[in-house]
Every structure is written in C-alpha cells, then in structure tokens.
C-alpha cells in the first residue's frame, strides 16, 4: 500500500518547482452516461448509446450503461468520497435524455431534482460543480430526425442550455457545451466507432458544423442566463504524429490534426476552420455562421492522454487511419502511449494559439486491474502516470501556459465506451457486482499531493 507520505515524497521528487496559485483547482471528472445508471427510471428517455450498447458487437461483453455505477443512487457516497479525496471541483455532465426524454418540449421534474440534489450535495461538501452539458448521450428522438446532421440542433441546443440555466444557474457558474467534439464527430460519423455509426462525408462535415453552432448559441444562452457565469468548452488535444516519417503518413497526420485538434477549438476561439475541412463545411455554411460561433468564452478545458497517430489510408473518403503508437514507446498498462512531455508542448501550443486560461479537464491511465486478497488495488502505474504528467503541466506552467486546474479523469471506475467496464481509469475502484467502492493507492496519493500543493500554494 501506498502511504501517503511515499506518496507526498512522489511530488517532491521532480526538480522543485514554484508552487501554483493559490486558487488552483484540483479536481476529479465523470460523464453522465458513464456512471449514471439509472438508463429506463423516473422518465429518463432513450440516448443514443442506449441503442448502440444493444448492437451486438459494439461494446466489450456486451456492457451498457444501464446500472453503471449507479451513481443516480449512489451520488452521496460518491460526493463523500471526493470529500475524502480532498478536490475542490467536480466535472459531471448532465444526461440531456434524463431532463428532456424526447429531447425537446416537456421537461422531466424527476431527472432534473435528480441534478438539483447533486449540485446541492456538492456545495454542501465545499465542491464547486462544473457543469459539461454535451458528453455524448443525445436524446435517440432527436437523432431520429437526423442529429447533428440536422441544422435544427442548435435550436435544440440552446433550449436544452436555457432549460439548464435556469434551474441550475443560481448555484452553479462553471459551464463546458460539449466534451471532446472531434471523438464524437470522427468516431460517430466517419469510423463507426460511436452511434449513429454512419460513415459518408457530407454527414460529418455537417455534424460538425452544427456541433460549432450548437457551441455558439449555448455561450449566448449561458451569458444571458447566468449572472456570473464561467463559460468554455472542453477539446481532447493531442499531437497528431505520422507512424512512418514518409511524406504520405506526414500528410495523414496532418489532416488528422486538423480534424481532432482544430476542427472546434479554431472555429470557436479563433473564428475560422482549417483550411483542409473548409471545402466540406462550405456545403453547410451559411451567412453569418462563423460569427454565430465565435463567441466569447471564460477558459479552455484540455483532455490530454498521449499522443496519437495515423497513417496514409488511400480507402477512407478522408484520406488516413487510425494507427497504434510505434512499437516500443513507453504504454500504460491498456498500451495508451506515455509522453509527459506530448503533455506539456500540447499545453504551451494552446496557450500560444488560443490565449485562454487552461483547465485540465481530463488526464488519467487506464488498467485492468482488481483488489488483492487483502481487498487492496496497488495502482503503482497510475500514480507513476498521474505524478509525471502533473508535472509536466508544472513545467509548462513554469513556461509560461496559463494552466488554473487539472481534473483527475476518473473519480470512478467506469463504462469505458467500447470497452465496456474491462477498462478502469478511476481512483476508486468500483466492484460492479456489489457496487463497492474501494479507494485506489492513487486516490491516497492524489489526496496527499493535493494538500502537498496546498501547503506550497502562493498567496
Ligand atoms: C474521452 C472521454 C471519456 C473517456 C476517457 C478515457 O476522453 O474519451 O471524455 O469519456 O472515458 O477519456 O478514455
């Protein structure tokens, strides 16, 4: 086991840094569909993940969402935990099936109590909820008529924002659109990896233009809705790198950089789209749109893992594929590259391009793992992980990145999308049979960090 003075003595270990602001935060992140369970209760409608979990062969042993972690229910414990940890600030997404069954129209009482009791939960345990209203469950009726595909979206957006403002304004203040566009575009509507699994390129393009315009009307909402409202959208940012250095796969590398790097972030905080996806989003461009778009936000939120990679792909309408970082490379224990410094040029290239106060929203390691005889995860890789890319994001702050926070992704052990539950990024280990939670070694470790850090913070 981990002691927390073993653990305290892993962040000293690194060149002594200068001690981050005191207003830092330190937090953990979920997503709604992730941990919630609770898929067919209290008027909750279907999601499109509800759906794609029941095509066989979609998700790892056939898991849904449907238990999860039973996190409706179990929400108390899960805030007494982050308590326990010692995080200042919780992301969640909202469930926007949970509070509009069909998406848009009558909204559902039970699901949003639902969220009034964690928002007031959470500030009871001195948490400041952030708030992501987009973490990939759209409501199946909207996808019926078409989705993101469709231009009514933003409308249905906005509505879907306004709803939430308006019950939940007055408490919370930190409020993200959309987690990681570019996944849930490229996987959904060009790798099938994702619902709807659709793959023609005029669907795609269109879905993300009218992610980036769903983005813009939101801001207006949130602004207009919320005295004090702190308003960003989170992006996954990772290098895109070519797995041969031959010109072709440098080309592949640099569309894909342009699709998972850009195709949001440019649009929504500089006010234009990579020259290499201008051609597609003209078939759905309108007069206007671009100002629609970039709207003014408060901070940046990064998801950062490792690096990714692609290769020339002669077969696919946009041109690469996906490839496996090089044999080789240092991995975590689910083969993800491990590049603490990826980490920190990707931190210095936002800071540089965007100019916003950064949040790192998610950074974690994936395992499979379970408890020894004595009931205890050893995660010694995680916390090895955790600990050299927390201070390769103090190294870029040292730099010069106006990095504020950093959210451990996960709190919980929890369905990992195509994975199923096989993979667990959490610093709580969740037993899914009795849904016992067990605090992780890295859950002491990230405790002890966080009141290392305090102890150093500036005034
Ligand atoms: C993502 C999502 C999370 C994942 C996490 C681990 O970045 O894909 O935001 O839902 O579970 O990143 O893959």
């Not at 039973?70 to 982050?82: E, N, Q, T």
């Not at 600030?89 to 069954?101: D, H, K, M, T």
């Not at 939430?164 to 790798?191: H, M, Q, W």
């Not at 499979?368 to 955790?386: C, F, T, W």
Request: charged share 20%; aromatic share 12%.
């Amino acid at each position: 086991m981990v002691s927390p003075q073993a653990a305290v003595s892993a962040v000293q270990r690194f060149p002594s840094r200068k001690p981050l602001r005191h207003d830092f935060v330190w937090g953990v992140s979920t997503s709604s569909y992730q941990i919630e369970g609770a898929e067919r209760l209290d008027g909750r409608g279907p999601s499109i993940w509800d759906g794609f979990c029941r095509q066989p062969g979609r998700i790892a042993n056939g898991d849904t969402g449907e238990l999860a972690c039973d996190h409706y229910h179990r929400y108390r414990d899960d805030i007494a935990l982050m308590q326990s940890l010692g995080v200042n600030a919780y992301r969640f997404s909202v469930a926007w099936p949970r509070v509009l069954p069909t998406g848009r129209g009558a909204a559902n009482e039970a699901g949003l109590a639902f969220y009034d009791r964690l928002v007031d939960g959470l500030l009871e345990a001195s948490i400041e909820p952030w708030l992501c209203l987009y973490h990939w469950d759209l409501p199946q009726a909207l996808q019926d008529i078409g989705g993101w595909t469709n231009r009514d979206s933003a409308g249905w957006f906005s509505d879907y924002a306004r709803l939430i403002a308006g019950r939940l304004g007055d408490r919370v203040k930190r409020f993200a659109t959309f987690n990681e566009p570019s996944v849930f575009t490229l996987f959904g509507y060009s790798f099938g990896w994702h619902p709807p699994a659709t793959d023609d390129l005029v669907s795609f393009h269109a879905a993300i233009h009218h992610v980036n315009l769903a983005h813009g009307g939101a801001v207006d909402v949130l602004r207009e809705q919320v005295d004090g409202a702190s308003i960003g959208s989170i992006h996954n940012m990772q290098p895109s790198r070519p797995v041969h250095p031959t010109p072709a796969d440098q080309k592949a590398a640099a569309i894909l950089d342009d699709i998972w790097n850009r195709a949001f972030a440019d649009p929504q905080m500089i006010g234009d789209y990579p020259a290499s996806l201008r051609g597609g989003i003209d078939l759905h461009l309108r007069d206007g749109d671009m100002q629609r778009i970039c709207r003014p936000v408060d901070w940046l939120g990064i998801n950062h893992y490792s690096p990714i990679y692609a290769k020339a792909e002669g077969a696919s309408p946009l041109g690469f594929a996906w490839a496996d970082a090089p044999a080789g490379v240092p991995r975590s224990p689910i083969g993800w590259q491990v590049d603490p410094k990826a980490f920190r040029d990707t931190l210095l290239d936002a800071h540089d391009r965007y100019g916003l106060p950064i949040y790192v929203t998610e950074n974690g390691a994936g395992a499979v793992e379970k408890p020894d005889a004595a009931g205890e995860v050893h995660d010694a890789q995680r916390i090895e992980y955790l600990s050299s890319y927390i201070d390769a994001m103090h190294e870029a702050i040292e730099i010069g990145a106006d990095v504020r926070g950093y959210f451990v992704w996960s709190l919980l052990d929890n369905f990992e999308w195509g994975a199923g539950y096989a993979n667990r990024f959490g610093l709580i280990y969740v037993d899914y049979a009795t849904q016992r939670r067990i605090a992780k070694a890295s859950a002491r470790w990230y405790s002890a960090m966080i009141k290392a850090h305090a102890r150093q913070a500036t005034p």
